[in-house]
């Protein structure tokens, strides 16, 4: 590892093509019309001062630890874990360790790119799906807190045997992507999976999770929009306000420097502050004490003493919850899952690569990549996270803040996630987070999710007809036929226990009924290409201009209908200054 650590400091994906003669000699990759205001400061293979590393990294993993133990708490409730805070920490110590475990495998093994790891959302949907099934739904005394005993051997054996199911399927249905990504597959299935698919499918991510978002925040509806109110004026009206604090060096010796506190964490400063007003009100007594009463949930003291009686240190293991078993259902349910990760996931390695300072990534990098991802998966799902690992878009995002796109960074932010994840304290004392507060953090990430998808349409026509109905219907769809199969049950009914299961599944996991239609029509509907995807018109748009064709000829024959035999010359002129296919039509 020691080598290897050594040998990624000096090249960028470890190419097994020539590098272009342009690039060498250049420390970032960037277009010379971009400015020196939009080159990072340290690029890929650049090692930034030990202490700039620390800071960075640890400020990378506060980016994404909103993101990251919102899964198990959102899992807790389908593993009738609601009531078991304790089981609730390992389970946050588990991902944070196997989230540093996966970004230190990508980083070194996979598509090398300064690009952290973490849970994902994609399988969430999927899981919850399978979790509420009646075969799995959750006793009703285990959503009694007074008729819970959590070291009961009976409700040991209730969370874990749902929680080896859940490791399987996500086992099983990793072993897709890691032969998908190694075997090159991916780049094939890219060819039909557009904007229009990817669009809705994110979307529907974010959308499918508001009864949870709503029953957290509903428990106490002032404290949930004090907090999400707290991390809208942190992260959109204060970002560009910077904190002064004392700094020093050789050159300018004491000085004072600009610290933009609230652009770098400000879901953790949001939660910070709501946990501390609500710290107050439970000490004054102002929030009620008794269970029943509105806002009871409200109050920091509702945990007990689930910090002390946590371990200082945890120590996570494949099997730790037994043997796993596998669903079928839930096998085939987590497969669609996993299969929006990795076309999200390809979006993240270039801009991660844009950002960074690193040309676009090879085919091959992208392959290996998503089979680390894979292995990542796989790795999750035996650790017993209840999930699985993906690419942090939060973080790739970050890259652009900072400018600074070393992988040595987001190296050292893996084994910070590690050293969290074994510090059982820490998984502790996230569980004491109050509800509301929860519920106020679920309300801004999950619209934020679902406003990312959205914004994949940027690169396609939306003034098409075709389009518009595609990505409205797949939508609306995929928000109708979920809720009418949730509420009829019984109507999926084929004789065969297996599929009916299958079925159920998949018609209640609102991202794949979204995401199958879009594709489908997406690929089945005429349409033309500089219509399906703008964002490859462009590109050649501005390549046309370099081999003497004409902008106007280009907008011109644009606006016939007819860009097909421009694109086809531009890709010829391409083909032969670079020796690869940039776009196949």
């Not at 971009?34 to 980016?63: E, M, S």
């Not at 897709?176 to 190694?182: K, Y």
């Not at 996230?430 to 801004?444: A, D, K, L, N, Q």
Request: neutral net charge.
């Amino acid at each position: 590892m020691i080598f290897h650590f050594l040998l990624f400091r000096h090249t960028a994906f470890f190419m097994d093509e020539q590098v272009d003669d342009r690039l060498k000699g250049k420390a970032c990759k960037t277009s010379e019309t971009d400015g020196d205001r939009n080159k990072p400061t340290y690029c890929v293979t650049d090692v930034p001062p030990w202490y700039l590393c620390i800071f960075l990294a640890i400020q990378h993993y506060l980016t994404a630890f909103g993101g990251i133990i919102s899964i198990p708490l959102i899992l807790s409730e389908g593993l009738c874990l609601q009531h078991d805070s304790l089981t609730q920490s390992q389970l946050i110590n588990n991902i944070f360790f196997v989230s540093g475990l996966c970004t230190i495998l990508q980083v070194i093994f996979g598509v090398r790119l300064p690009i952290l790891q973490g849970g994902t959302f994609a399988l969430v949907t999927p899981a919850m799906a399978l979790l509420s099934m009646p075969d799995w739904e959750c006793p009703a005394w285990t959503k009694n807190a007074s008729l819970v005993n959590t070291s009961s051997p009976v409700f040991i054996e209730v969370w874990q045997t749902r929680m080896r199911t859940l490791q399987g399927s996500i086992m099983v249905a990793s072993i897709l992507q890691v032969l998908v990504g190694f075997s090159g597959l991916i780049g094939f299935l890219m060819r039909f999976i557009g904007p229009l698919t990817i669009a809705p499918t994110v979307s529907l991510i974010g959308l499918s999770l508001y009864d949870s978002a709503g029953v957290k925040a509903g428990s106490h509806w002032g404290i949930s929009a004090m907090t999400t109110v707290l991390i809208i004026l942190f992260s959109q009206y204060l970002r560009r306000i910077p904190i002064p604090v004392p700094a020093y060096d050789k050159i300018k010796k004491l000085r004072v420097s600009k610290f933009f506190l609230f652009q770098i964490m400000p879901i953790l400063l949001g939660i910070a502050v709501s946990w501390l007003v609500c710290y107050l009100l439970t000490i004054y007594d102002v929030l009620p004490s008794d269970p029943d009463e509105y806002g009871y949930l409200a109050r920091t003291d509702v945990k007990g003493n689930v910090v002390s009686e946590a371990s200082w240190f945890t120590f996570t293991y494949p099997g730790k919850w037994g043997l796993p078993t596998v669903s079928l259902a839930g096998v085939v349910g987590i497969i669609a899952g996993i299969i929006c990760s990795m076309a999200e996931s390809v979006g993240d390695y270039h801009a991660c690569a844009r950002l960074s300072g690193a040309p676009p990534p090879p085919k091959h990098a992208i392959n290996r990549g998503i089979g680390v991802e894979g292995v990542g998966s796989l790795l999750a799902g035996a650790f017993g996270t209840g999930n699985g690992t993906t690419s942090f878009s939060e973080n790739v995002a970050a890259l652009g803040i900072t400018r600074v796109g070393s992988r040595t960074v987001i190296l050292l932010s893996g084994f910070v996630m590690i050293l969290m994840g074994i510090l059982g304290k820490i998984g502790a004392i996230f569980t004491t987070i109050p509800t509301p507060v929860i519920g106020g953090m679920f309300m801004i990430m999950f619209g934020v999710i679902g406003a990312a998808g959205i914004s994949n349409l940027q690169s396609t026509d939306m003034n098409s007809s075709r389009n518009i109905f595609i990505f409205g219907f797949s939508m609306f769809s995929a928000l109708v036929i979920p809720n009418w199969i949730m509420k009829n049950p019984t109507f999926l009914d084929t004789g065969v226990k297996e599929v009916d299961q299958v079925l159920q599944i998949l018609l209640t996991t609102h991202m794949f009924v979204g995401g199958f239609l879009g594709f489908f029509l997406d690929n089945t509907i005429p349409g033309l290409i500089c219509k399906r995807e703008l964002s490859q018109w462009d590109f050649l748009v501005n390549a046309g201009n370099k081999y003497n064709l004409s902008c106007n000829q280009c907008v011109s024959v644009h606006a016939q209908g007819c860009c097909c035999r421009v694109m086809l010359q531009l890709r010829r002129a391409l083909d032969e200054e670079f020796h690869v296919v940039m776009w196949t039509f």
